[in-house]
């Protein structure tokens, strides 16, 4: 028979790797529950926090890479416990073990060598402002637009940026570019127990910023958003960050876009976990969409504090989720339950997997995704 | 200056020895200034140790006394009665803290921090000056505030005794939280059956002198002698007249139209009326928010009904609010607690559904001389067939309170019971620990645990939805929840859903710890001056707390408390007098300019400008001796006896001559 002893050498080793997080659970089980992953498949996140409280656990299990990171689990665990914390430093244990999955080494290995996760040539990170005639940012330009890896190369994410540099054109912004001295902002390799990437990513960016004497960054990713301001400043960075949709916010309330054109169509809202519940910004991409005319806003039926994850966070994006696995048809579901014909998002993760579900769905026609930079330049 | 001082070194068995050398710090304390003699002791509080002491004081001529032990708030006390009956002002004793302040927190160099603990004890020592203790006869009246269970046992207890008590009740009515439930764990009797004849007691007593409708405003004063200021507020009826036959509460215009407070919304009441049958006094208050007398000075085309059948013309709409002086030798706090509003728990949709509901409102379901006169029933009447029982909303959750409310495991399955003994409906517990810790309540456990149709559920609830993934689910409440034994998400489908909404501490509790001057824990509710060894007393001499204004507590629990305070209350009186710390403040007034930042600082009162000269004056009945006013003083008028400048400095000068 097989005999099962505690380990406190494995559970020593994850508290040392950031997981001392895991101390404070008393095991209720409210981080199971209000888990994504168990609208599609059984996650035991209590029960893992368990395991490893007593090193029991599989390090090769396939579990250890399924958190997306969305936060719901911290937003009310009674304890305050990081739950996040415990899967960094559960996988940072794996990458040691050398069980990473295989779509987040390469991933991971782009990220090393060209500071992207697409595998794409760093000097190719500015093409797909080629024709625009954005001027590289220099020493006193008022504002840094940085797109986040995910626009600069994915051509379906693409079109967040071409509509952020249209609206800050349209509203005669000083802003720039860094293009090929940006490194990805490392939020998903550093939740992927990759800490080390995370650092040298963050230091090089930290770096440029500094040479550049950058004051502002308007940034298009929740993921970027929430590095920078929260995690950037531990290291050295010190510069002040907006999201796009607080930036919309204050243009339009200093009256330097002006939503004129209507636009009525019953448009609902997605949190992305890390603008909604890391981040508490609930009421600016509500309030520029309430300010475009004749558009009806509705409430998904999970929505701000309760809404529920695309599945693209924790560097999950890197992963294969099965078919019937994906948070993102859920939501996609609960958009066309309430009736809206355009599900409004602000996040490239959110794009990619909302986009591909609508096609996997076949519901295109009925459906549309965009970002909230896209609707606002629709109508100014 | 010849002084003659004695040091003595506790090991405390191993509490100080195992890290502080007591021999070698002994040693170092023998060649100081003005001691004539150093010991070290395994026990200075044990009787021997005393003996040696008195022993020393006496052939040695002892003029001063210096011990390191354990903190001043253990011993200082027995010392210095040591030092008394030698024949030495009791003042002259220093504690040398070496326990907590050094043996207990350090590893390396415990030994040296303890020598110049000692050095700077005996410095002080050297300084120290004889003081006088006075006496403060204690006023034999004693106010209790809050005529819940507590207040209520407390208030007999004293006034059984042959003592004056005021008792000051907010509410129209005595009664508190216990007086709305429905039956009480683990036995199951009815809480009126056994509350209602304490609370006539209360009524009829003597001594008792029952102040409802009541709030206490201003305090002033200390131990033996506070002066209390209570504001009546305006009943609109003339308690001396009234008979409390009800008549008016039966005519009134907006009879049934009012929701009642005492009902949590469940019920209606009149715009005159007694929260409930059993009110003490029985006697009704006019709401000036809903009477149309009041409201608008008309009511009806005939006037005011109530008016009309009041035969002995207790209804008075001119009635004020009027103030009451008491002189109280010391006072019980007993306010209780308030529970906390479930919607702070967006989740679990109370305020959202229906049929979410709180413990409270649950009790007055289940209550026969509640709003359904006892009937379980959903909101549109119906009997439920299942129902779920979430714990621990709001308690043992650091986003809302850390603490456990200790009540809700036991009235949860008391829930169980009652919903059994109604309706047909199934019961499920969700719960993340059972804590049934009290006499008869692991008993209770298992009688619930062997009942049909009673589930347990180990595992917190993420939420409560109304949206349907099963025909099962359809018209129905989901609870979903980890069930953390089985390792398995599930949900539950249910008609009703009772929220075990957390005890906090009273909305006022800060104000009212301010009129009191006693502190306040962390958790917010009033601090208890030992969490163990005196939980009853508070920093302020003579005002004592009992019940749940000191934390989440049962009925017994609470009466434990209440009797408890009323002994200590007893005690006081039987001594009549109390002994005061000479510890107080004093002004040189030669120096005082009388800029009065120390008044500003003063959180007793105890400082006021002298006009015309314009120099502070300190109450020495008012100065509980905590030195604000000395640190503040820019010019060095104001100090206080025992922690002089002259004793501080020669503290500091023994540390830093290291």
Known sequence: MEVANPLSEV????????????????????????????????????????????????????????????????????????????FKALRGIGTQWGVTPKTVKIAMGGILTSGNPWQEEREKRADWAKDLDIKAFTQGTELLYYPCCTPAYDRRARRIALATVDILKKAGVDFGILGPEENCCGESARKLGEEDIFQSLAKGNIDAFKRHEVKRVLVSSPHCYHTFKNEYPDLGGDFEVVHITQFLMELIEDGRIKPEKPFPKKVTYHDPCYLGRHNKVYEEPRKVLESIPELELIELPDSREEAVCCGGGGGRIWMETKKEERFSDLRIEQALEVGAEVLAICCPYCMLNFDDSLLNMGKEDVLEIKDISELVNEVI | MERRIGVYVCHCGLNIAATVDPKEVAESAASLNGVVLARDYMFMCSDPGQELILKDIKEHKLDRVVVAACSPLMHEHTFRRVCREAGINPYFLEIANIREHCSWVHDDGATEKAKELVRAAVMKAYYDEPLETSEVAINPNTLVVGGGIAGIQAALDIADAGYKVYLVEREPSIGGHMIQLDKTFPTLDCSACILTPKMSDVGS??????????????????????????????????????????????????????????????????????????????????????????????????????????????????????????????????????????????????????????????????????????????????????????????????????????????????????????????VYQMYIDMRCFGEGYEEFYERLSTEDGIMFIRGKASQVTDRAQTEEEKGKLTVCVEDTLLGKFIRVPVDMVILCDALEPRADTEEMAKVFSIGRRADGFFMERHVKLDPISTLNDGIFIAGCCEGPKDIPDTVAQAKAAASEVLSLLARGSVEIEPIVASVDEEVCIGCGLCEKMCVYGALSLAEPEGVMTVNEALCKGCGACSGICPSGAMSLSHFTYRQILGQVEAFSSY
């Open chain 1, 11 to 86: 559970s020593e080793a994850i508290i040392e790797a950031g997981g001392e997080a895991l101390k404070s659970c008393y095991q209720c089980g409210l981080c199971t529950a209000s888990c994504p992953w168990n609208l599609v498949r059984s996650f035991l996140t209590r029960r893992l926090i368990h395991e490893s409280q007593i090193g029991l656990l599989d390090l090769g299990s396939e579990e250890v890479w399924l958190c997306a990171t969305c936060g719901a689990c911290v937003e009310r665990c009674p304890r305050g416990v990081e739950i996040i914390d415990i």
């Open chain 2, 205 to 426: 007593h003597p001594n008792i002198d029952l102040l409802s409708y009541s709030e206490v405003e201003e305090v002033s004063g200390s131990i033996g002698e506070f002066r209390v200021k209570v504001r009546r507020k305006a009943r609109y009826v003339d308690e001396n007249k009234c008979t409390g036959c009800g008549l008016c509460m039966d005519e009134c215009r907006l009879k049934g139209r009012i929701t009642s407070e005492f009902d949590l919304g469940l019920g209606m009441r009149s715009a005159i009326y007694t929260p409930f049958a059993q009110a003490v006094p029985n006697k009704p208050v006019i709401d000036p928010e809903h009477c149309l007398m009041l409201k608008t000075g008309k009511c009806g085309k005939e006037g005011p009904k109530c008016v009309e059948v009041c035969g002995p013309e207790a209804i008075d709409f001119e009635q004020k609010d009027t103030y009451l002086e008491l002189d109280v030798g010391s006072i019980i706090l007993a306010t209780g607690y308030d529970q906390q509003d479930p919607s702070a728990v967006p989740q679990y949709g109370y305020g959202k559904f229906d049929n979410v509901i709180s413990g409270l409102e649950f009790e007055r379901l289940s209550n026969a001389a509640g709003p359904t006169e006892g009937q379980i029933m959903l909101k549109n009447g119906q009997t439920p067939e299942s129902v779920a029982i979430i714990h621990c909303v709001g308690s043992r959750d650091k986003n809302f309170h850390e603490y456990c409310s200790r009540v809700c495991c036991m009235y949860a399955l008391k829930f169980a019971h009652l919903i059994r003994e109604k309706t047909n409906a199934e």
